[in-house]
T-cell receptor, first 112, second 111 residues
Framework: QKEVEQNSGPLSVPEGAIASLNCTYS??????FFWYRQYSGKSPELIMS????GDKEDGRFTAQLNKASQYVSLLIRDSQPSDSATYLC????????????FGRGTSLIVHP | KAGVTQTPRYLIKTRGQQVTLSCSPI?????VSWYQQTPGQGLQFLFE???????NKGNFPGRFSGRQFSNSRSEMNVSTLELGDSALYLC??????????FGPGTRLLVL
């Protein structure tokens, strides 16, 4: 059973701080990883994808991947109240089926 | 480009009825996937269609079915509705089979 685990939170950070969201996955064959943001009552929207070990930066967002530890993280710098949402981590295995496995999400609250 | 569209946005049905949901992908995207999202189970993959063929299938009973048309639009059907089918049903389209772009969803309530 392929699993993606996330702490449900809520993770509460003050405005302007760095929010760190973490995700672990069970399938060593996972090759592609995605972070989605989902506001309450809305659908998920893609933030970033990462495929190689290391860091990938896009604006205030940095995704980090460590395949040896089966660990993916998302850092949000200069957090804003508008970043308050649930963040979903997803992985896709290299087995050819391309079926994404989603974590249950971490709720982030950025307070002014 | 216009995003993924789904209709209807809200539905109320009673147990035993059937329902059909519709999804129009982003122009040029040939892969359409369907997901069920509930508070208890999170986001669960139902199936994926590509060029009118079901390419992948999740772990859902046969009451859940779908199809894709030649213009890449897709429909999902749930027959003999159960209370547990109440959920947000999300459609996502993709150009690379991996990166999912989600529609606004259809919220289904089964009474």
């Amino acid at each position: 059973q392929k699993e993606v685990e996330q702490n449900s939170g809520p993770l509460s950070v003050p405005e302007g701080a760095i929010a760190s969201l973490n995700c672990t996955y069970s399938d060593r064959g996972s090759q592609s990883f995605f972070w989605y943001r989902q506001y309450s009552g809305k659908s998920p929207e893609l933030i970033m994808s990462i495929y190689s070990n290391g860091d990938k930066e896009d604006g205030r967002f940095t995704a980090q991947l460590n395949k040896a530890s089966q660990y993916v993280s998302l850092l949000i710098r200069d957090s804003q109240p508008s970043d308050s949402a649930t963040y979903l981590c997803a992985s896709i295995s290299s087995g050819g089926s391309y079926i994404p496995t989603f974590g249950r999400g971490t709720s982030l609250i950025v307070h002014p | 480009k216009a995003g993924v569209t789904q209709t209807p946005r809200y539905l109320i049905k009673t147990r035993g009825q059937q329902v059909t949901l519709s999804c129009s992908p982003i122009s040029g995207h040939r892969s359409v996937s369907w997901y069920q999202q509930t508070p208890g189970q999170g986001l669960q993959f139902l199936f994926e269609y590509f060029s009118e063929t079901q390419r992948n299938k999740g772990n859902f009973p046969g009451r859940f079915s779908g199809r894709q048309f030649s213009n890449s639009r897709s429909e999902m059907n749930v027959s003999t509705l159960e209370l547990g089918d109440s959920a947000l049903y999300l459609c996502a389209s993709s150009s690379d089979q991996e990166t999912q772009y989600f529609g606004p969803g259809t919220r289904l309530l089964v009474l």
